[in-house]
């Protein structure tokens, strides 16, 4: 431990218990609950976007062609057999 030549109470002081008792919370009978505020705090207050409405009408969105389990053959650009040139079969699990 550093000694500076600020201290103004002796280095045996931190060493001994305190000799102030710890102070007691007083108790209260008739306790009454604390006034509500109004929210201002933002990250309380609830989300004032506009939560998404369920679409109606025609679905635009491109098909996922390539999730089809379906092969294609890359010449002709048709689905092709599961089955190749050699009679083994192709596995499609990805």
Known sequence: MDILKTLTHSLSA????RKVPAKEVVRVEDARPTPEEPVTDRRVQPDRRRRQLPFKGQERRRKGSRRRPLLLNPRTRQPADLEDRRGRNISTNA
């Open 14 to 17: 931190l060493e001994q218990p």
